[in-house]
């Protein structure tokens, strides 16, 4: 089994930025090869995905999260990052990565934004 740790939350005031990294405990002969995506669930609110990353680097995005999610990976690191910015309140949860096909998951890291 895979385990991933989510690192990078914090507090941030509306209109700013964080970057949140995705890291791999396996050699990288899983991680690097396979589909990683980002999720969130902000309080009393279902798990929503955000994107998602081949290990190729192909990129998709739900629609809200265009423009303003960037999701990345190095696979020399066994990272995959989740850059955000222009974050609003609305963006407040725990913020989740999933590696296909072994369905691993993180601890989440929590993304608080104040108005």
């Known amino acids: 089994q895979v385990q991933l740790v989510e690192s990078g939350g914090g507090l941030v005031q509306a209109g700013g930025s964080l970057r949140l990294s995705c890291a791999a405990s396996d050699s990288g002969s899983i991680f690097r090869v396979n589909i990683v995506r980002w999720y969130r669930q902000a309080p009393g609110k279902q798990l929503e995905l955000l994107a998602a990353?081949?290990?190729?680097?192909?990129?998709n995005y739900v629609d809200f999260a265009k423009g303003r999610f960037t999701i990345s990976r190095d696979n020399a690191k066994n990272t995959v990052y989740l850059q955000m910015s222009s974050l609003q309140p609305d963006d407040t949860a725990v913020y989740y990565c999933n590696l296909l096909p072994t369905n691993s998951w993180g601890q989440g890291t929590q993304v608080t934004v104040s108005s």
């Open positions: 990353i081949t290990g190729g680097g192909v990129t």
